[in-house]
């Protein structure tokens, strides 16, 4: 049995969304990170870095989101998340690549701003260094979103989900943008990944409000 670590709202929403897509069966493990869950013993021996998610299969545990997300879609192939041609599949890692490696870094200076300094003092410069590179991120990416239809176009892919998992931290409260005012293209993306069953399913178990 497949189990997934997740933590309500967390950058583990993308895999939560796209084991849900499969239709497979799959288990979860809920963490509170806000109680430390994610650093108690027992999770650590799971993932030792202390972070979600974790994708667990037997012994075998696999960590990383982007790594859990392609691997999620490239053993269920009958959900259709991974493309054949390699153009599309080459698209797909460029995607997955600019939002780990540009959005969620530029996210963490907000609300981690304690890994990138130990003067608390300069916590808010920090956090709105991060606000600012989050602003120039979103507007590229609702670039390229602005044909419409999903990250490949008319396909569905393991990026939508992900895609999504940045909209939600967009529209809160450590950067609290008027989503639909500010990036309408990424916008009409979120709302139609809350008409997915999937989707509704997940962000009921998490308890997250769907984009409206």
Same mark, same amino acid.
């Given at each position: 049995m497949t189990?997934?670590?997740y933590?309500?709202?967390?950058?583990s929403?993308?895999?939560?969304?796209a084991?849900?897509e499969?239709?497979?069966?799959?288990?979860t493990v809920?963490?509170d990170l806000?109680?430390?869950?994610q650093?108690?013993?027992?999770?650590?021996?799971?993932?030792?870095?202390?972070?979600v998610p974790?994708l667990?299969?037997?012994d075998w545990?696999?960590?990383?989101?982007t790594?859990?997300?392609? *691997? +999620?879609a !490239?053993?269920h192939?009958?959900?259709?998340?991974w493309?054949?041609?390699p153009?599309d %599949? /080459?698209r797909v890692? $460029?995607?997955?690549g600019?939002?780990?490696?540009?959005?969620?870094?530029?996210?963490? *200076? +907000?609300? !981690?701003?304690g890994r990138?300094?130990?003067?608390?003092?300069?916590?808010?410069?920090? %956090? /709105?260094?991060?606000? $600012?590179t989050c602003?120039?991120?979103f507007?590229m990416t609702?670039?390229k979103?602005?044909?419409?239809g999903?990250a490949l176009g008319e396909r569905y892919?393991v990026?939508d989900?992900?895609?999504?998992?940045f909209?939600t931290w967009g529209?809160?409260?450590?950067l609290g943008?008027?989503?639909?005012?500010?990036?309408?293209?990424?916008?009409?993306h979120a709302r139609a990944?809350?008409?997915r069953p999937?989707?509704?399913?997940?962000?009921a178990q998490?308890?997250?409000?769907?984009?409206?």
């Amino acid at each position: 049995m497949t189990t997934l670590y997740y933590a309500p709202g967390a950058c583990s929403l993308a895999s939560h969304i796209a084991l849900e897509e499969t239709g497979a069966p799959y288990e979860t493990v809920r963490l509170d990170l806000a109680k430390g869950d994610q650093r108690a013993p027992e999770y650590l021996a799971v993932n030792e870095r202390g972070r979600v998610p974790a994708l667990v299969e037997g012994d075998w545990v696999l960590t990383e989101n982007t790594a859990i997300l392609r *691997h +999620i879609a !490239r053993t269920h192939p009958q959900a259709g998340l991974w493309p054949e041609a390699p153009r599309d %599949q /080459a698209r797909v890692d $460029e995607w997955l690549g600019w939002l780990s490696t540009n959005h969620h870094p530029a996210y963490a *200076h +907000i609300r !981690r701003a304690g890994r990138y300094t130990n003067d608390e003092s300069a916590f808010p410069g920090i %956090q /709105a260094k991060g606000a $600012e590179t989050c602003g120039d991120l979103f507007t590229m990416t609702e670039v390229k979103l602005s044909n419409g239809g999903w990250a490949l176009g008319e396909r569905y892919s393991v990026v939508d989900p992900y895609l999504l998992l940045f909209w939600t931290w967009g529209r809160g409260p450590a950067l609290g943008f008027d989503m639909a005012e500010r990036f309408p293209a990424w916008t009409r993306h979120a709302r139609a990944m809350a008409a997915r069953p999937a989707v509704k399913a997940v962000f009921a178990q998490e308890g997250l409000t769907l984009p409206e």
